[in-house]
Each structure stands twice: as structure tokens, then as C-alpha cells.
């Protein structure tokens, strides 16, 4: 599952890949934590650690190394009870937070907040309610500018949380008779093909995300409108991005594939 929160003024279908990520270099700190999961395992893009809360109200707290420009905050949540809730905060003199959005569930897996553009930001804070419970982690929060790609995507795409690609085994009687199947795996994929993009975009935007995504994750949204807003993934770079000079103007055309994983 996903979710998408979009807190904008004048919301907009621009597809979002939100990647940049100076949370990574500040410093976290926890109102709490359970044994084995500290503030800082979320400090990481991998997904089978994080925190988990001791009490019923917490807050992880990331304190920029510098103020930064934030226009997106970005969490993974995994095992959450049905009552437990993530909301996030940020603060311009790293004293007094303010909450960026109402409080959503934490069982949604990858949540995405878009925000009107803040600057000077010193903090971010995610706020969990209720997850002080076993199984629950907070694995991955991020925080940081977005990128939005330079055309919308109508037809034609699979949205990636629609895009289940599942490793089964299939059991058989001697007779040929149907035993039941076995999931075991499933996995998320979707390709990204977009053409008439300006040169100066996929060089000075474009290529950037690609080259940082060799490395990491993001946070993709094919359609950020509300009928869309589940078709969120924390997802990766499958295979090398391919851009191409699509017409004699120096207008280039661009595909790329993506996976993910269930985490809720």
C-alpha cells in the first residue's frame, strides 16, 4: 500500500519523484525507543530495521546540519496496529513544530506529504501514536525538495502499487489434480516513459535524480490527485535509465523501471 497527502494550495498532476534527502545528514534523536530499535536505524534507506516507540505518544526528531528548503516529507511504516497514527511537524527555529497535515495511518506503508516550498527549515519531526507495538517500525523517514517531472502521465502506464509481480509455486497430484499454490514472493514494478522533455530539465534535473537513485530509493507518485493517492511506492532503480534526442529542436525522450515491495 501508499499514500499520498498533498497539503499544496494549488495542488498540481505533475508526477513526483522525491529523492533528495538531507535528513540523511543531520542528527536524529527519539522521545524514546525499544531495544533494538533506535532513532538512528532510520537513518537508513533499508527497510528491515527502523524505530519503534516505547510510549503511546513519540516523536523522531531530525535536526538538518543546515537549514534547509523542504517542500516534501516522506516516511516507510511498517507493522502498525489499526490505531496507530504518523503525522509530521517541522520547525524554523528548532524549538516550535508545526503539523504539516491531520494525522494519517501508519498501515499504509509508504506515505508521501507534498508541501507548499518552506525555507529555513531547521527540523523535521513524524509524530507516531500508538506504536508502541511489536512488529511496528518506523523504517525509513525522509525529507527534503522533491522533483517534478516535466510532463503528466495519462495513458498508457501501469501504477506501480496496481503492478504486482508474484513468484508463486504451483502443486499437482499425480493424477494432475490442483493442490493449492504457494506465494512466495511478491514484489512491485512499473516503467516510466515520457518524451518532449526540454533538454535543460533532463540534464540539470533529470540526470541528477538518475545518477543519486544508482544508490537509493525514492519516493515515486505517478498522478498526485486524490483519486490516485494510494498509488504511492517507496521504490528503486531497476536496470540504467535510458535518455534519448528525440527531435531535431534537442526535445529528449526518456524510460526508466522502478520496483517495490509491499511494506505495510
Known amino acids: 500500500m501508499g499514500l499520498l497527502v498533498d ?3 494549488a495542488p498540481d498532476a505533475q508526477p513526483v519523484l522525491a529523492y533528495a534527502n538531507p535528513a540523511f545528514a543531520g542528527a536524529f534523536s527519539a522521545t524514546n525507543a525499544a531495544t533494538g530499535f533506535p532513532a538512528q536505524a532510520a537513518r537508513s534507506y533499508a527497510t528491515y530495521e527502523g524505530w519503534r516507540p516505547t510510549g503511546a505518544d513519540s516523536n523522531l526528531t531530525v535536526a538538518f546540519a543546515a537549514p534547509q528548503t523542504v517542500d516534501y516529507m516522506a516516511a516507510v511504516c511498517i507493522g ?10 517541522l520547525s524554523t527555529d528548532g524549538s516550535t513544530y508545526t503539523p504539516q497535515s491531520a494525522p494519517q495511518d501508519a498501515d499504509e506503508g509508504a506515505i508521501l506529504w507534498l508541501l507548499d516550498s518552506v525555507a529555513s527549515v531547521d527540523a523535521v519531526r513524524f509524530q507516531v501514536v500508538n506504536g508502541n507495538v511489536a512488529g511496528f517500525r518506523l523504517a525509513v523517514v525522509m525529507a527534503g ?8 502521465i495519462y495513458v498508457g502506464h501501469s501504477p506501480i502499487t496496481r503492478s504486482r509481480q508474484v513468484e508463486t509455486t504451483s502443486n499437482r497430484s499425480e493424477s494432475g489434480q490442483f493442490l ?13 516513459s515520457m518524451g518532449n522533455l526540454t533538454p535543460s530539465f533532463v540534464r540539470n534535473t533529470l540526470d541528477p535524480a538518475f545518477v543519486a537513485m544508482q544508490q537509493q530509493p525514492a519516493f515515486w507518485a505517478w498522478r498526485p490527485e486524490a483519486a490516485f493517492a494510494t498509488e504511492v511506492a517507496y521504490a ?5 535509465p535510458q535518455v534519448v534526442n528525440q527531435r531535431p529542436n534537442g526535445m529528449m525522450q526518456i524510460s526508466f523501471e522502478l520496483g517495490s515491495g509491499p511494506f505495510a
Open 80 to 89: 502498525g496496529a489499526p490505531d496507530t497514527t504518523i503525522r509530521p511537524f
Open 145 to 152: 525538495q522533491r522533483t517534478e517531472l516535466e510532463r503528466r
Open 7 to 9: 497539503e499544496r494550495a
Open 236 to 240: 528503486w532503480m531497476q536496470g540504467d
Open 180 to 192: 493449492g499454490r504457494i506465494v512466495r514472493r511478491t514484489s512491485l514494478a512499473t516503467s516510466v
